[in-house]
């Protein structure tokens, strides 16, 4: 069901689910690349979701036509589901393919963060600031 409003992009939230990233996989993100860039392809946030949930996204599309990418994004949007994470909260796939609602897509990670927090006591990595 399409949104009728476009949420605003907060640079900062985007900041901080950036720097969260970068700790959980141990990498920094392309120098220079913006945040949706990054995020793109769903190559980064498949990563994440196998060192949340080792497993959870059982092969990832490192390159490929842009379809082969989108169904990274399909996959991680999946492995949210199974972690825990409300259908509701996740964005649809053109809030990042097509650029569409970055901000919907930092709100899925806040509601992966909440997920950790109040779900995955296991987790003892870096967690996201949700409160």
């Given at each position: 069901m399409p949104r009728p409003v476009l949420c605003k992009r907060d640079?900062?939230?985007e900041q901080e689910?950036?720097?969260w990233i970068e700790a959980i996989l141990?990498?920094?993100f392309p120098p220079n690349m913006p945040f949706e860039d990054v995020l793109k392809d769903g190559v980064v946030l498949c990563r994440v979701m196998n060192k949340l949930a080792p497993g959870s996204?059982?092969?990832i599309n490192?390159?490929?036509p842009s379809f082969k990418m989108m169904e990274n994004v399909n996959k991680f949007q999946?492995?949210?589901v199974k972690y825990g994470v409300d259908k509701k909260d996740i964005?649809?796939?053109n809030d990042l393919s097509e650029k569409k609602d970055i901000s919907n897509v930092a709100n899925t990670m806040f509601a992966l963060g909440r997920a950790i927090v109040h779900k995955h006591p296991e987790w003892t990595g870096p967690t996201l600031n949700v409160e």
């Open positions: 640079a900062g939230q689910i950036q720097l141990g990498e920094k996204v059982a092969k490192e390159t490929g999946d492995a949210l964005f649809q796939t």
